[in-house]
């Protein structure tokens, strides 16, 4: 529909929840798309798919795919190996082991950004581009998830928030630091992001009873129940460790969910480096997997923005703006009425300001 010159598709959990089981149908979906009748005006491809399983240590299950039409000329690619830039041509796959290609950064968070924690598939890979003229750095990310409903809600901002943070600015110092020159760059991918949870659960609840029960046992929080004061106590909230059910669930949809956009704080931390285009999308995360439902999220977690596409200040500079300033950008989901999944594909188009060298 919008007819894009270069195409970047990022992708999280190559493989799935069962990766070593769909493993190959993953890298036949890929394939699928690089021989689709779509894409037979795109003559220069560059795939990266981390698809190591076996390596426990570094396995990321990143996928980058980048599609290049060929009317778009100049385009060049860096080779981290011997620090230049180089023209782009053909088609170059590099399925399974990444660490010695030269022209990909990939990195794999340490155990130590969450200790308390099971150790996943979370990290980050970089490719650099010039476009245009332009030098860019494309990013994409997997930032740590909400393991627990309960534990999201207990503190604000959450032990998770925190883990997130702690992560994004690493890879934000790491993508920025001196070891190459650097480039303003457009991060992508699953940051996780979620709503501040305790301060939701508190505007949701506001009239309600709040019931806290407690495993016999440990003590610790099993349910949060909510009941309306009237209404024949209706239960209006109820929240377990993977389980979050509000009676008008319709609010998360509601404009776009632009009510609880206030409660989507985790970028704020990071306005001193990154912008972003305004959220005009309900939250991506999580839909049902039941290919007739696509446009109904699951009772599992808080709907929340998880999906995002950030970008460095200088990276929005060079954005093309239209006429009256208004840019030419469109910031969305992609298939918002097919399912997708339980992430709902977000993406960014625009157009790059020509820069004459």
């Known amino acids: 529909m919008h007819n894009p010159q270069f195409i970047a598709l990022h992708f999280q959990e190559v493989g799935g929840k069962?990766?070593?089981?769909n493993m190959g149908h993953a890298e036949n979906f890929f394939r699928?798309?690089?021989?689709?009748?779509e894409m037979k005006d795109f003559d220069r491809v560059c795939i990266y798919v981390d698809n190591q399983f076996q390596a426990e240590d570094s396995f990321t299950a990143l996928g980058s795919l980048y599609f290049i039409r060929k009317t778009l000329k100049n385009i060049y690619q860096y080779d981290f190996n011997v620090k230049e830039f180089k023209a782009v041509s053909g088609r170059n796959k590099h399925v399974g082991p990444l660490e010695g290609v030269a022209t990909v950064e990939i990195e794999k968070f340490s155990k130590n950004f969450w200790p308390d924690f099971k150790w996943s598939r979370k990290g980050f890979m970089r490719t650099r581009w010039i476009i245009h003229n332009q030098g860019?750095?494309?990013?994409?990310?997997?930032?740590?998830h909400d393991a627990s409903n309960l534990v999201a809600c207990s503190s604000s901002p959450s032990i998770y928030s925190a883990n997130r943070k702690n992560a994004l600015r690493y890879v934000i110092n790491r993508i920025s630091d001196s070891r190459y020159t650097p480039l303003?760059?457009?991060?992508?991918?699953?940051?996780?992001?979620?709503?501040?949870?305790l301060s939701l659960v508190q505007h949701l609840s506001t009239a309600a009873d709040v019931q806290t029960v407690k495993r016999e046992c440990s003590n610790e929080v099993e349910k949060i129940i909510c009941e309306e004061k009237d209404n024949d106590r209706q239960v209006l909230l109820r929240i377990e460790e993977k389980l979050f059910v509000y009676l008008h669930h319709a609010v998360f949809q509601e404009n776009n969910g632009g009510e609880l956009l206030k409660y989507d704080k985790e970028v704020a931390a990071f306005h001193d480096v990154i912008k972003e285009e305004d959220i005009g999308f309900p939250p991506s995360y999580?839909?049902?997997?039941?290919?007739t439902k696509p446009t109904q999220?699951?009772?599992?977690?808080?709907p929340a923005w998880?999906?995002?596409?950030?970008?460095?200040?200088?990276?929005?500079?060079?954005?093309?703006?239209?006429?009256?300033?208004?840019?030419?950008?469109v910031y969305n989901t992609v298939g918002p009425r097919v399912c997708m999944?339980?992430?709902?594909?977000?993406?960014?188009?625009?157009s790059l300001k020509t820069i004459d060298h």
């Open 297 to 302: 999220y699951m009772n599992t977690r808080c």
């Open 136 to 144: 860019l750095d494309l990013v994409n990310v997997h930032l740590f």
């Open 306 to 329: 998880c999906d995002r596409i950030l970008m460095s200040h200088s990276a929005q500079e060079f954005i093309h703006k239209g006429e009256d300033g208004e840019k030419c950008v």
């Open 286 to 291: 999580p839909y049902s997997e039941e290919y």
């Open 18 to 21: 069962d990766y070593m089981v």
């Open 32 to 37: 699928n798309i690089d021989c689709s009748e």
């Open 184 to 197: 303003p760059f457009i991060v992508f991918g699953d940051f996780n992001f979620r709503l501040d949870t």
């Open 341 to 350: 999944g339980d992430h709902k594909p977000v993406f960014l188009f625009f």
